[in-house]
């Protein structure tokens, strides 16, 4: 026999001579473990925050294998041990070593915690365990004897590979992590809260603990259970959540670099309409910036067309471009007078604008990825807008593949915005939220719940629909609470009270035309024989229409789509750095019913979604400043 600590023979390890004193290595390519004396079974998967690397024994974690690159050598206390394959792990993105003679199945607390999405808690008031959370999979490293905490990958199906999404938190998921019993006594000790008046959770954790309550079975574990299942209560942020003021803030707007004006002041618009949810949205997309714009129309007339044209027409002449063609199928035909001097293209029957269509494909994709994990089953039409202009907001705030800059997003180009600044407050799409909406000292309330829209600008504000009236609301401070079942039966209430269309899988529905889906694949067939004319500083050069960043295969890309700018310059140009301006009676903006004034807080000491107080709320929080017609 050998000591696997010593490497000597003639006795254990557990009797070595050596005793404890085990040393731990650091070598060049930073590998750490630390080991016990304890016999670790192979189907055990250990979270050890001393490793810097993850490593396995069992083949069965892992959905591929592959040789390294460069062989790692590990350290330990009982000595080391050389990897020389790596591989993916079947139920987390992660990559890991792979050694059949290694001690044990060993996770890098380091590297577990930076998987984008992960969540790793752990509470000893609760439960002596860490519960890792990706998706919708919570795995529990227990506690055994000797102190390791394992996962037993028996507990657990390893059969799939997970990849990476992010999703909203929901009462229903995190019920799923406690038991039954656990479950209810959490709901217990809410309603206890409620029973003595809403004291502070902090208040009440002290009632609790100093056992001021006779025969109460309501226990610390239980409160702290309850926030973490229902978040905080709903009753105590409406009465006693405090105004936050917003951060002082500079606004800066970027300045256009002098190259970009001189080589590319003139632009071409590549126009189309699509549908979401029988929705008509006008999508817009500009040749050499890519900057792209998509809004919900009221109609598909020449005059809702050439208001939507025109307010983003003066977007790029405010920054000094020139508009000088416009490239859109027939259906835009109707406006070629309105729109001179910018040349007007329209395409035959069975012509696709390509650009732009495939453009809309990318806003589709985008809008999947955002919406997979939202529970509701209706979207109210306010929430189709505000997914349109997130999705939107995102794709123009990086640079894109084929753009005039690789280090300027189209939004900085076109609206002068810096790059996103992620040390404001921020609330995903279609979350759940206490929305402050202000205090007068009086008895109303201070907050509603809302879900979250879109950002209402770059310093910390963001938009909000008021769950008691359907109405926008704007402000700067709230508090994230899980998506429970109330709130997605009055998501849904107000979904079916504007008559819109039941989501498919929690997808809305993305066609060209009513009963035309947008489909994922299909090929678009382009008029090859066009070409875009602009000047160009006496210089040739090609585009790619389809190279919108990442979102768009490189094999989708045909010869055929490749348009080739001339050196001829447009017979109509324009003479200034503006726009002429469109016929007064069609610059008249299409006004929208959503952006209605927000509606004031609601009399009455719980939320009742259909309390008749809703629709006769006062007009008094339209002084607030967190609170105003959005």
Known sequence: MECYRCHKRGHYAVNCPQGDKGVSFQVSNGVSLTQRDVYIPQTWILLDTCSTISCCNSIELFSSIQ????????????GSKTFNQIGNLKFLPLRAYYNPSSLANILSFAEVSKIPGIRIKIDTSIDNCFTVTYNTNVFKFLPC???????????????STFTNYSFLETVSNNKAYFTPTEVKKAGDARALQRDIGWPSTAQFKYYISKQLINNSPITVDDINRAEYIFGPAKPLLEGKMTRVSPQACKIQRIPLPIPILQHHKQLELYVDFFFVNGHPFLATRSSKVNFLTAHMCQSRSKKAILAEIDSVVRKYTTRGFEITAIHADNEFASIREYVLPIQLHVYGKDEHVGVIERAIRV?????????????????????????????????????????????????????????PDMKNKRISFGSHAMV?????????????????????NDHGGHHFMNLYTGKKLHSYHWQELPIDDETIDRVGELGMTEA???????????????????????????????ANSMNHDDEEITFEEANLDHDMPDDEIRNHDVVVISEDEPDNSLEDDTVTNFEEENNEKVQSDDDDSVMNEVDGNSIDYNNSGAANADD??????????A
């Open 67 to 78: 040789e390294c690159d460069h062989n790692v050598k590990v350290y330990t206390n009982g």
């Open 145 to 159: 004897s000797d102190g390791l905490y394992y996962l037993d990958r028996n507990s657990f199906k390893n059969n």
């Open 363 to 419: 806003i589709k994709e985008r809008c999947r990825c955002v919406c997979h994990a939202i529970p509701y089953k209706y979207y109210t039409k306010l929430m189709l807008r505000s997914l349109i202009t997130v999705v939107i907001r995102w794709i123009n705030a990086f640079p894109s593949k084929g753009s005039i800059s690789s280090t300027m997003s189209p939004a900085m180009i076109v609206e002068g915005k810096n790059n």
């Open 436 to 456: 402050f909406i202000g205090s007068d000292n009086t008895m109303k309330r201070r907050s509603v719940p809302a879900i979250a829209l879109d950002p209402s």
């Open 500 to 530: 819109q269309r039941r989501l498919t899988d929690n997808y809305p529905l993305f066609e060209w035309e009513p009963g035309m889906t947008i489909r994922d694949n299909e090929e678009i067939q382009t008029n090859e024989g066009h």
């Open 620 to 629: 008094d929080a339209q002084d607030n400043t967190d609170a105003f017609v």
